[in-house]
């Protein structure tokens, strides 16, 4: 065995000072200073630099320069005198550095609360963002280009994280802009301590980020805990995952909450975007902040007035429909009368752009196109392939069979045991056979085995057979690569509709056919 150096065995023995703890520390370094102190006083003494003092003298003075105090103030006097200064000049080190540690330390603990984000957010007309998930990094990029054109727009968020780690997550990932200011609270949103510090009452808006139903319920009650919310009519969002929770989240929102189903919603786009080439590149574009929106907007001067009137009012957008009496008609019918309490849906490029134009009620007549009501499109049918399993697959299959012609068939594969029951319970009246294949969707193999090269649209969901979103999205990404890879090979032409939970996993997929999404 090879002898440890010499310079190993210092370091050695040096950790095993430091592991015995801070007073061992001390008395090594105090051991250290002694030795060097001694080594130069004997160097000095030898050489006869100093005559005029001796050897203990010269041990003496390097001694008290050592610790701060003037060599040649302790060179003066007797022993007893030299003795006496040095007591004093020890204590009155030992006092300042505990007053300077105390204070420092105040200093260092005020810092770190300061950095906590515990502080009251003194702000109003802002945003209120509660709770932490992947999603709000779209939330917040999203706000930040409605609010482009705003002065002075801010967002308050508030997660169970430390700030320091909020603030360093969200620089990686958030774009942000001088318009909109991001402020970041720690705290818990089913606490109305915490809730009363986000100047809640004041807020322009109200985001329940929370991806837990149960989570989302107690975060209502808290909200409403302060009354100022409910007389300031502020308005909350959020979103539901579980159809079971969605009429108890409705009474705990005491009609004062609007509810995202995002159980009905996702899977209604997804069989829409499967079936409609390009409809999802539409409903993108209308639902974020790039491009054209979707508003309501409220007009007094044309209460009274026609669909079509209201119509005819606008240049710089466009009126799509009507919502009255809590429902979303969409081109109602030219003589439907606008009430006090209905709001028009307009499509524009942002709000400030939605003016009611000076044009008179008496304004040109707009020419008729005759259309041919009766003219009859003719559909192919369809073969589609539901790869994976999750708990909107099930909406997806209802709704696709609503709009699948007759003589499509849909062949659902997963590795997912709740689905092969689901599917064996299947009775639709329309004549579309369902078949379903158990395997890994991941094998190339098992891909061409269910001959998805016949396909002509691929619906691949993500697996609820992983709890963690990325294995979730892995999987996924796994079978895109390999149906690509087949489509290429084969010369096929299914298109390819995939869904992934993590917005940075979707930037990972570049879409090759322009019907892919």
Same mark, same amino acid.
């Given at each position: 065995?090879?002898?440890?150096?010499?310079?190993?065995?210092?370091?050695?023995?040096?950790?095993?000072?430091?592991?015995?703890?801070?007073?061992?520390l001390?008395?090594?370094?105090?051991?250290?200073?002694?030795?060097?102190?001694?080594?130069?006083?004997?160097?000095?003494?030898?050489?006869?630099?100093?005559?005029?003092?001796?050897?203990?003298?010269?041990?003496?003075?390097y001694?008290?320069?050592?610790?701060?105090?003037?060599?040649?103030?302790?060179a003066?006097?007797?022993?007893?005198?030299?003795f006496?200064?040095?007591l004093?000049g @020890?204590i009155?080190?030992?006092? %300042?550095?505990?007053?300077?540690?105390? =204070?420092?330390? !105040? $200093? +260092?603990?005020?810092? *770190?609360?300061?950095?906590?984000?515990?502080?009251?957010?003194?702000?109003s007309?802002?945003?209120?963002?509660l709770?932490?998930?992947?999603s709000?990094?779209?939330?917040?990029?999203?706000?930040?280009?409605?609010?482009?054109?705003?002065?002075?727009?801010?967002?308050?968020?508030?997660?169970?994280?430390?700030?320091?780690?909020m603030?360093?997550?969200?620089?990686?990932?958030?774009?942000f802009?001088?318009?909109?200011?991001? @402020?970041?609270?720690?705290?818990s %949103?089913?606490?109305?301590d915490?809730l =009363?510090?986000? !100047? $809640? +009452?004041?807020?322009? *808006?109200?985001?329940?980020?929370i991806?837990?139903?149960?989570?989302v319920?107690?975060?209502?009650?808290a909200?409403?805990?302060?009354k100022?919310?409910?007389?300031?009519?502020?308005?909350?969002?959020?979103?539901?995952?579980?159809?079971?929770?969605?009429?108890?989240?409705?009474?705990?929102?005491?009609?004062?909450?609007?509810?995202l189903?995002?159980?009905?919603?996702?899977?209604?786009?997804d069989?829409?975007?499967?079936?409609?080439?390009?409809?999802a590149?539409?409903?993108?574009?209308?639902?974020?902040?790039?491009? !054209?929106e979707?508003?309501?907007?409220?007009?007094?001067?044309?209460?009274?007035?026609?669909?079509?009137?209201?119509?005819?009012?606008?240049?710089?957008?466009?009126?799509v429909?009507?919502?009255?009496?809590?429902?979303?008609?969409?081109?109602?019918?030219?003589?439907?009368?606008?009430?006090?309490?209905?709001?028009?849906?307009?499509?524009a490029?942002?709000?400030?752009?939605?003016?009611?134009?000076?044009?008179?009620?008496?304004?040109?007549?707009?020419s008729?196109?005759?259309?041919?009501?009766?003219?009859?499109?003719s559909?192919?049918?369809?073969?589609?392939?539901l790869?994976?399993?999750?708990?909107?697959?099930?909406?997806?299959l209802?709704?696709?069979?609503?709009?699948l012609?007759?003589?499509?068939?849909?062949?659902?594969?997963?590795?997912?045991?709740?689905?092969?029951?689901?599917?064996?319970?299947l009775?639709?009246?329309?004549?579309?056979?369902?078949?379903?294949?158990?395997?890994?969707?991941?094998?190339?193999?098992?891909?061409?085995?269910?001959?998805?090269?016949?396909?002509?649209?691929?619906?691949?969901?993500?697996?609820?057979?992983?709890?963690?979103?990325?294995?979730?999205?892995?999987?996924?990404?796994?079978t895109?690569?390999?149906?690509?890879?087949?489509?290429?090979?084969?010369?096929?032409?299914?298109?390819?509709?995939?869904?992934?939970?993590?917005?940075?996993?979707?930037?990972?997929?570049?879409?090759?056919?322009?019907?892919?999404?």
């Open positions: 065995m090879k002898s440890p150096k010499t310079k190993e065995r210092i370091l050695y023995a040096f950790d095993n000072i430091m592991a015995k703890g801070s007073f061992s001390i008395v090594a370094l105090f051991i250290v200073v002694i030795l060097t102190i001694l080594a130069f006083s004997i160097f000095i003494w030898s050489i006869g630099s100093n005559p005029n003092l001796g050897f203990f003298d010269q041990l003496w003075v001694f008290n320069s050592g610790i701060g105090r003037d060599a040649e103030l302790a003066v006097g007797t022993w007893t005198y030299r006496t200064s040095f004093v @020890i009155a080190i030992f006092f %300042s550095s505990i007053v300077i540690g105390s =204070i420092a330390n !105040s $200093i +260092s603990l005020k810092i *770190s609360k300061l950095q906590e984000g515990k502080s009251k957010v003194i702000e007309n802002h945003t209120v963002i709770g932490w998930s992947e709000l990094y779209i939330l917040i990029n999203e706000i930040i280009q409605a609010n482009q054109n705003q002065q002075s727009g801010c967002i308050v968020v508030l997660g169970e994280k430390s700030n320091q780690e603030h360093a997550e969200s620089f990686r990932k958030i774009n802009d001088k318009t909109t200011r991001v @402020i970041f609270r720690s705290g %949103s089913t606490s109305p915490d =009363i510090k986000l !100047s $809640i +009452s004041n807020a322009k *808006s109200i985001i329940i980020n991806d837990d139903d149960i989570e319920v107690k975060t209502m009650l909200i409403f805990k302060n100022s919310v409910k007389k300031n009519n502020i308005p909350i969002a959020c979103k539901i995952s579980d159809s079971k929770n969605l009429a108890v989240a409705k009474i705990a929102g005491e009609g004062l909450v609007k509810f189903p995002t159980f009905n919603f996702i899977g209604r786009i069989a829409q975007a499967c079936l409609q080439p390009g409809i590149e539409v409903l993108l574009d209308l639902l974020d902040f790039s491009g !054209s979707i508003y309501f907007h409220y007009e007094e001067s044309l209460v009274g007035k026609t669909y079509r009137e209201a119509m005819l009012s606008y240049q710089t957008c466009c009126v429909g009507i919502f009255k009496n809590g429902k979303v008609m969409i081109n109602p019918g030219d003589k439907t009368f606008i009430d006090s309490e209905d709001r028009l849906i307009v499509v490029i942002d709000d400030d752009l939605i003016r009611k134009s000076n044009i008179p009620d008496d304004s040109g007549s707009v008729k196109i005759n259309i041919k009501k009766d003219r009859q499109i559909e192919e049918p369809r073969n589609l392939h790869l994976g399993w999750n708990d909107a697959a099930t909406i997806i209802d709704d696709l069979v609503g709009y012609p007759d003589g499509s068939e849909i062949n659902i594969s997963n590795g997912s045991k709740i689905s092969e029951k689901y599917v064996g319970n009775d639709y009246k329309k004549n579309i056979p369902i078949r379903y294949r158990r395997g890994d969707i991941r094998e190339r193999k098992f891909l061409e085995s269910i001959k998805i090269t016949n396909a002509t649209n691929v619906l691949l969901l993500r697996s609820s057979l992983f709890d963690d979103h990325e294995k979730a999205d892995a999987a996924t990404l796994f895109l690569i390999n149906l690509r890879e087949i489509r290429k090979q084969n010369e096929a032409n299914f298109t390819i509709l995939s869904e992934v939970l993590n917005s940075a996993n979707a930037d990972l997929i570049s879409v090759e056919k322009s019907d892919d999404f």
